[in-house]
């Protein structure tokens, strides 16, 4: 937990984890005894019988469970299905968990190799979804164009995870392939690489530009990076990609760099590990291998009410079980203490004005919680600006009432959202 | 707690450990209520000390009963009202230690017991508890009270019995009937060191200001407000004084006398009642500052310092109306 | 309307008395109650008028065409308040004076075209009659009330036809934001609290 | 149509029916009235100016006809014998209308005995003083009829209440008039305290 300093008259900093000039090498993780894969779910379409319990798959095989629809997984390792099962995540998402043993074998399934010569949209958009760093392909591939400008990431958005920091930094000749592959199949002349405000140099000639943003939370959120570094606003309720902005993490390209590379989609992951007292790691692991195993392998114990959070302490979010396994996007794992975690309360609000002060999106907090708290979640949109808000988390980190106000305005946006579709539906 | 959750750490199996699925952000800054009261009260100490030292025992059990009447209605409310209890904020504590800090010495009990009754209860309480309230608890509070017993509050006759070092006589009021001349006798370090007479706690301009700044330097209150609103004073003051200087004191005493310091840094700042962004909280003190010297020169009161409180804490919604545009705000 | 007779004269006793529970009739019940026998005068002077009213516009219920009731209420209503106030003039001078303009208020005050409009307008003339008397009846013990507790915190006395009665004892002191103005709101805002306590089901 | 007519003639009716119980009522209760407002209103206002006056003076008094007015003078009894009047005039400019006072003029000297207000809608702490502050209608007590009746503001000598200019003009105004009343009403004033005496 960051205290606040003791002299509050300067708003809190939140300063970004800054690694070493000397990066360590990355602690690897053996392979697990089983790999968990989630799956795009649409209730709407049946599912195919081409891919069944028991089924064997290959090292890099594309799993693919709708036979209509663009959805699939790369399998990281050789074994066969034991389990396919439904899950539901974070608002309602909803996903076929497909669980995969390993047979210790590495098989390669080649399909990809055979296409690398050429490189097109469809082959990145086929093949890389699923890439460690979860490239934002598809959307590339739906946009007919319309993005003129494609943001690297060489910061993460969230303070202690440095994940995306290691990659450009130590990968750079991935990065460097990476972004001359993107120029090749999206004909997007415009790469901006972000990094920590001191370290710009060092990028050489990599085929883009390089652009530091100050190294503290939250100028690396896409709002922020779209203001400071591209000078253009938002308009609430749009998307950077509106604007034709598209936003890769530094390790999305690094992957698409290296599977063109090496003619295998990577299937490793990296990502920073911060241990109970604090200690950060930066881990190399599977993709799909269970939360539990990596915890293990640093000897951590977690005790009732402890909290997993994969993503950032501003953003990120807790999972139930240790059996959740690490996902594309999963940059980093904290494990908490149960007495340092921030509990909730419902004191009400006392109107002192930090989270006004703090917000970066200058939105009148202090009046929009009192509309959500009453579940007007309209009124709020309407006259308290909810979605200029760019979810920063850092409202409720300041609350002197401990107010959830985070957790509110994504709950409201999630009801407006779903308020809206039946409404879209009748007409 | 503690018990409670060894309770169920017997009942799960040792395999299927329960971890809490909560929502970020996971940091906190660790800025409680509990803290804002309890620093406040903190700050308040210094002036708080000097007034027992003049007014001795009278004092202290003026101050001692505000306190603990105070929290006593909010458990009594809290109770009736079947609501969460909530002294332990420390926020009803601060409620009595400012009423308290505010009165004369020789207060009679009754007064103290229903003047903690109107602060907690009507002040705050009934509004919806804290936060909700519209006005101070504690302005509102003296204000009715001033209103009711006008007696309890001429500070010349309550603190008659008292033999203190320096001139028995309460400035403003000399200044209000009297006119600018009977003040010679005042000098202003005098007054700023608390050599005069006034309430048990708000006399002291050098703790007050000290406790002021502590809290405005932690962040606890708002150096927009109190500092315009000292600036309202001053310069509301010095335009009066330059027009006649026999009428209307000048602006020194103005500011070193009355509520004035005590209404600047503890009281118009209050969370609930005042605004949040910077150009209210600018016009809100300046508002208040230039109110209090008309109150007390063209007014009926000699203080006007809780009244003009009152009246800018009607005007703090408002206020917050001027706000800075959201970020992509969609016309 | 399976309603008794003596349903429809208690019903404006506690269930609907007009001021705590429809919190109707606000201006005379902030207004006159600084003294109990301001209170008194005012919550008389109504029921009269709500009484003959009722009274006449349940008579008169079949005869007024719809378009024009309200002109008819109100013109009912206006003569009988003049009646009071000629009356009050004429006999009880000193209570007109201090009661002032909120004699000739009674016009529009709420409770007396709502129960014209509401009931009278639907019911027989005994009916009307009770429906009246009762609202009245709760309308002036409701000001009573309130001006009880005014008075009583305010200065310590309760007034009974312009000679005060010293309740308090001595040691009293007298909270005199009672009987001003904001203390009528926060008199009333309290009523209105203990009301809900007792009368929760 | 029919409905148009039978609006009219209710209305009417009931228009008729109200207007002349009013009026029945209030020739009924009209003496009573008058007297009730001798009582309590001029009565005070007449017993604070006549505080040493061995009669009544509510009981004597008599009218005189002033135009198209009919005024009613009270007379005072001093030392045995009829030598003041009291009457009421109206100032307009109040802060809330007409200002009623009653003046009360020594026959023999013409001077002012004393004023008191009667009727006023003034703020309650600021206007209304003139009838509750006994300082600010003491000022005219004395005064002569030559003398103007003006506040200090204006040039004359009656100091305004403070925060009350307007209800202090008023006040001045209604005593103005009275004085141009008395004077106007003098030869009839003294026929009828001639008449008086027997």
């Known amino acids: 937990m960051i205290k606040k300093a003791f002299l509050g008259l300067s708003t809190p900093q939140i300063e970004y984890a800054m690694l070493p000039a000397h990066l360590p090498e990355t602690e690897k993780i053996p392979a697990p005894k089983s790999i968990t894969l989630f799956h795009q779910r649409n209730d709407t379409h049946s599912i195919s019988s081409t891919l069944g319990i028991g089924d064997p798959v290959k090292t890099g095989e594309k799993l693919s469970l709708y036979s209509d629809q663009n959805f699939y997984v790369i399998s990281p390792v050789s074994g066969t299905i034991s389990s396919l099962s439904p899950y539901t995540g974070d608002f309602g998402k909803s996903y076929i968990a497909i669980t995969i043993t390993p047979d210790g074998n590495q098989v390669f399934d ?239 609000c006392i109107n002192c004005g930090e989270c006004v002060r703090i917000c970066p999106a200058q939105m009148q907090v202090h009046m929009l919680v009192r509309f959500l708290e009453a579940n007007q979640y309209e009124a709020a949109a309407d006259s308290y600006d909810l979605y200029s808000c760019i979810e920063c988390g850092l409202c409720s980190y300041v609350c002197v009432s401990k107010i959830p106000i985070f957790q509110y305005i994504k709950l409201a946006k999630y009801e407006l959202e779903r308020a809206k579709t039946p409404e879209a539906a009748d007409a | 707690m ?280 600018l016009v809100y003190g300046a508002a208040g500052g230039i109110m209090v010297v008309l109150i007390r020169n063209i007014g009926a009161y000699v203080d006007g310092v809780v009244l003009a409180i009152l009246v800018i804490n009607l005007l703090s919604p408002l206020l917050d109306k001027i706000r800075p545009e959201a970020l992509g705000k969609v016309m | 309307m399976a309603k008794t007779l003596t349903q429809e004269f208690v019903k404006g006793l506690w269930d609907e008395v007009p001021p705590f529970r429809l919190v109707l009739g606000l201006c005379p019940v902030l207004a006159v109650t600084k003294a109990v026998e301001n209170g008194i005068g005012m919550g008389v002077a109504t029921t009269f008028v709500l009484v003959c009213s009722n009274v006449l516009v349940a008579t008169l219920r079949k005869v007024i065409p719809s378009k024009v009731r309200i002109a008819s209420y109100i013109i009912i209503i206006a003569t009988f308040v003049t009646i009071a106030e000629l009356l009050m003039q004429a006999y009880t001078y000193p209570l007109f004076k201090k009661l002032g303009i909120f004699i000739p208020l009674i016009v529009v005050n709420c409770i007396i075209l709502g129960r014209a409009e509401a009931f009278a307008s639907k019911n027989g003339i005994l009916r009307s009659l009770l429906d009246g008397l009762g609202f009245g009846i709760g309308f002036t013990l409701s000001l009573m009330a309130l001006a009880a507790v005014r008075e009583l915190l305010g200065t310590g006395d309760l007034t009974f036809w312009e000679k005060p009665i010293q309740i308090m004892g001595p040691w009293f002191q007298p909270f005199s934001f009672m009987v001003e103005a904001p203390g009528a709101f926060i008199a009333l805002g309290l009523m209105l609290c203990l009301m809900n306590l007792v009368g929760k089901k | 149509m029919r409905e148009m007519i039978k609006m009219v003639i209710v209305l009417t009716i009931l228009a008729t029916f109200s207007g002349s119980l009013l009026a029945a009522i209030h020739s009924k209760t009209k003496d009573r009235i008058t007297n009730q407002i001798l009582k309590f209103v001029k009565g005070p206002a007449i017993r604070k100016i006549f505080k040493e006056a061995s009669n009544d003076p509510i009981v004597d008094r008599f009218d005189i006809k002033d135009g198209d007015e009919t005024r009613s003078f009270f007379v005072g009894v001093f030392e045995g014998e009829p030598r003041a009047v009291a009457f009421e005039t109206f100032g307009k400019g109040g802060y809330g209308g007409e200002v009623g006072l009653m003046v009360g003029i020594d026959v023999k000297e013409d001077k002012v005995v004393g004023v008191g207000v009667t009727t006023h809608a003034e703020t309650p702490g600021m206007g209304a003083k003139a009838e509750t502050d006994p300082s600010f209608v003491a000022q005219f007590e004395d005064l002569s009829l030559e003398d103007p009746f003006k506040v200090t503001q204006d040039g004359g000598t009656i100091n305004a209440l403070s925060g009350a200019t307007l209800t202090s003009r008023a006040v001045s105004l209604a005593a103005t008039e009275a004085s141009g009343i008395y004077q106007k009403l003098k030869p009839q004033i003294e026929e009828k305290l001639k008449n008086f005496k027997k």
């Open chain 1, 110 to 348: 080649d399909t990809f190799q055979q296409q690398i010569q050429n490189p097109t949209m469809e082959l990145v958009s086929g093949y890389l979804a699923g890439a460690p760093g979860n490239p934002p392909v598809s959307m590339l591939a739906d946009s007919d164009g319309s993005i003129k400008t494609i943001v690297i990431r060489g910061l993460d958005p969230d303070p202690l995870v440095a994940t995306n920091q290691y990659i450009a930094q130590s990968r750079l000749k991935d990065l460097k392939k990476g972004i001359r592959i993107l120029k090749e199949v999206t004909a997007v002349q415009d790469i901006i690489v972000i990094t920590a405000g001191e370290s710009v140099q060092g990028y050489g000639h990599i085929g883009a530009q390089v652009k530091g943003v100050r190294p503290t939370y939250p100028s690396a959120l896409p709002h922020m990076v779209m203001k400071d570094v591209l000078g253009q606003v938002v308009p609430a309720g749009k998307t950077c990609e509106n604007l034709g902005v598209c936003f890769f993490s530094a390790e999305a390209v690094v992957s698409i760099g290296r599977a063109f590379e090496s003619g295998q989609i990577p299937t490793s992951k990296i990502l920073t590990f911060i241990k109970k007292d604090g200690t950060p790691k930066i881990v190399e692991t599977s993709i799909g291998t269970p939360i539990g195993n990596i915890l293990e392998a640093f000897g951590e114990t977690v005790n009732e009410y402890d909290r997993i959070i994969l993503g950032g302490p501003m953003t990120g979010s807790a999972v139930y079980a240790l059996e959740h396994p690490v996902k594309p996007d999963t940059d980093s794992i904290i494990v908490l203490d149960r007495d340092k975690a921030a509990y909730v309360s419902d004191y009400p």
């Open chain 2, 2 to 281: 503690l018990e409670k959750r060894d309770l169920l750490e017997q009942q799960t199996p040792l395999e299927q450990k329960k971890l809490i699925v909560s929502h970020a952000p996971f940091y906190h800054s660790g800025r409680r209520v509990t803290e804002r009261s309890y620093h406040t009260m903190l700050a308040a100490l210094p002036a708080l000390l000097l007034g027992f030292y003049h007014y001795g025992m009278p004092a202290i059990s003026v101050v001692c009963l505000s306190i603990s009447t105070a929290i006593f209605w909010e458990l009594a409310f809290n109770l009736v009202a079947k609501r969460t209890i909530t002294i332990g904020d420390g926020n009803a504590a601060l409620l009595g230690l400012l009423f308290a800090m505010l009165l004369p010495a020789t207060t009679p009990w009754w007064a103290v017991i229903t003047g903690t009754f109107i602060a907690v209860v009507v002040g705050k309480q009934i509004f919806g508890g804290i936060g909700s309230n519209a006005f101070n608890p504690v302005a509102l509070a003296i204000a009715i009270m001033m209103v009711s017993y006008k007696e309890l509050f001429d500070f010349d006759t309550a603190l008659l019995n008292y033999d203190l070092e320096f001139a028995t006589i309460y400035p403003l009021k000399a200044a209000k009937y009297f006119g600018t001349a009977s003040l010679d006798s005042f000098n202003l370090v005098d007054l700023f060191l608390g050599r005069q007479l006034g309430g048990i706690g708000a006399t002291f301009g050098l703790g007050l200001m000290l406790g002021g700044i502590y809290l405005m330097l932690r962040g606890f209150i708002r150096w927009e407000i109190s500092l315009t609103f000292l600036a309202g004073v001053y310069l509301a003051a010095f335009v009066f004084n330059l027009f006649d200087p026999v009428r209307f004191a000048g602006p020194g005493i103005h500011l070193l006398t009355g509520y004035t310091l005590i209404g600047a840094f503890f009281l118009a700042t209050e969370d609930s009642s005042s605004p949040v962004n910077i150009i209210p909280m």
